[in-house]
């Protein structure tokens, strides 16, 4: 077959596959229902496997669009601020993945709490008594006093020398005689009239 058949077997090629595409609901350079001038030129060439029906109007292969055919065009759409890449393929902004930027993932993750998109932003919103950017941090409204670290909702970890529900009471490791109170690890408060460090010594008054 000589160079003129070839290029006669391409054309019709091109044709065929044309009308199939005709009856497909790709995105298109122009409507279908067009005349096909093998001696077109188009300016800026049609790119993406696009073929020059007329001049300067391109026909483009399934999943593009654009006047060159251009663009990539993906069904459905990119989400969450997404770009096409080719068709079927988005490349997803920070936060955000899956084949169409459908799914939202935090950095991280969220410990107690669940990854949402806010304005386009993936952030954790966390379940009540918990906060922090990963909802990583317990809440204790009653607080934890003297160097007690909240370790799960209302729960206090307290250190050496402290018990109760906020760290506030104090543990003497000797009871407090006549009366006293124990006000910070090991140390006693007297009532009037005792001392001592257990309040075990009464006061003479002449």
């Given at each position: 077959?000589?160079?003129?058949?070839?290029?006669?077997?391409?054309?019709?090629?091109?044709?065929?596959?044309?009308?199939?595409?005709?009856?497909?609901?790709?995105?298109?350079?122009v409507?279908?229902?067009f005349?096909?001038?093998p001696?077109?030129?188009?300016?800026p060439?049609?790119?993406?496997?696009?073929?020059?029906?007329?001049?300067?109007?391109?026909?483009?292969?399934?999943?593009?669009?654009?006047?060159s055919?251009?663009?990539?065009?993906c069904?459905?759409k990119?989400?969450?601020?997404?770009?096409?890449?080719?068709?079927?393929?988005?490349?997803c902004?920070a936060?955000?993945?899956?084949?169409?930027?459908?799914?939202?993932?935090?950095?991280?993750?969220?410990?107690?709490?669940?990854?949402?998109?806010?304005?386009?932003?993936?952030?954790?919103?966390?379940?009540?008594?918990?906060?922090?950017?990963k909802?990583?941090e317990?809440?204790?409204?009653?607080?934890?006093?003297?160097?007690?670290?909240?370790?799960?909702?209302?729960?206090?970890?307290?250190?050496?020398?402290?018990?109760?529900?906020?760290?506030?009471?104090?543990?003497?490791?000797?009871?407090?005689?006549?009366?006293?109170?124990?006000?910070?690890?090991?140390?006693?408060?007297?009532?009037?009239?005792?001392?001592?460090p257990?309040?075990?010594?009464?006061?003479?008054?002449?």
């Amino acid at each position: 077959m000589g160079v003129a058949g070839l290029a006669s077997a391409a054309l019709v090629a091109a044709l065929v596959a044309l009308c199939s595409a005709a009856r497909s609901d790709a995105p298109r350079g122009v409507a279908v229902g067009f005349v096909f001038d093998p001696k077109a030129r188009c300016e800026p060439q049609c790119t993406h496997g696009g073929i020059c029906i007329r001049n300067d109007t391109c026909y483009c292969s399934k999943g593009y669009e654009g006047e060159s055919c251009q663009y990539a065009h993906c069904y459905p759409k990119c989400k969450n601020g997404g770009t096409c890449l080719r068709p079927g393929k988005c490349r997803c902004p920070a936060g955000f993945g899956g084949r169409f930027c459908q799914k939202v993932t935090c950095d991280g993750g969220c410990w107690n709490g669940e990854c949402v998109a806010v304005n386009g932003v993936a952030k954790c919103i966390c379940s009540s008594s918990w906060t922090g950017s990963k909802c990583q941090e317990a809440i204790c409204p009653q607080g934890c006093t003297n160097g007690g670290t909240c370790v799960a909702p209302g729960v206090c970890s307290c250190p050496e020398g402290w018990l109760g529900g906020a760290c506030h009471v104090a543990v003497c490791t000797k009871s407090c005689w006549n009366g006293g109170k124990c006000i910070s690890p090991d140390k006693c408060r007297c009532r009037a009239a005792f001392s001592g460090p257990l309040c075990e010594k009464k006061l003479r008054f002449c």
